[in-house]
C-alpha cells in the first residue's frame, strides 16, 4: 500500500478516494445514487431490472462490506 489513488468523481467532480469508498467511481452514496439513477431511467431501460428505485432513494438499505 504505497500510494493513495484519487478519483474524480463523474458527477460533481470532487476528487474522491479510490480505496475505501463503496461508492466509487463517485465520491458518495448519494452521488452514486443519482448517477444509477438517471442511467436505469433516461438512457437504459433494462428490462426485469430494477437495480434503483428512485422512489427508494430515501430508503436505501446499507451496504457493507
Ligand atoms: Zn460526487
Known amino acids: 500500500m504505497t500510494d493513495r489513488q484519487t478519483i474524480r468523481c463523474p458527477r460533481c467532480r470532487q ?5 475505501d469508498n463503496p461508492f466509487r467511481p ?3 452514496q448519494k452521488c452514486q445514487l443519482i ?13 426485469g431490472q430494477k437495480l434503483m428505485d428512485p422512489d427508494n432513494l430515501l430508503e ?3 451496504e457493507r462490506d
Request: charged residues 25%; hydrophobic residues 40%.
Open 15 to 19: 476528487e474522491a478516494l479510490w480505496q
Open 35 to 47: 448517477d444509477l439513477g438517471r442511467w436505469a431511467q433516461e438512457e437504459y431501460k433494462v428490462p
Open 60 to 62: 436505501f438499505p446499507n
Open 26 to 28: 463517485f465520491c458518495s
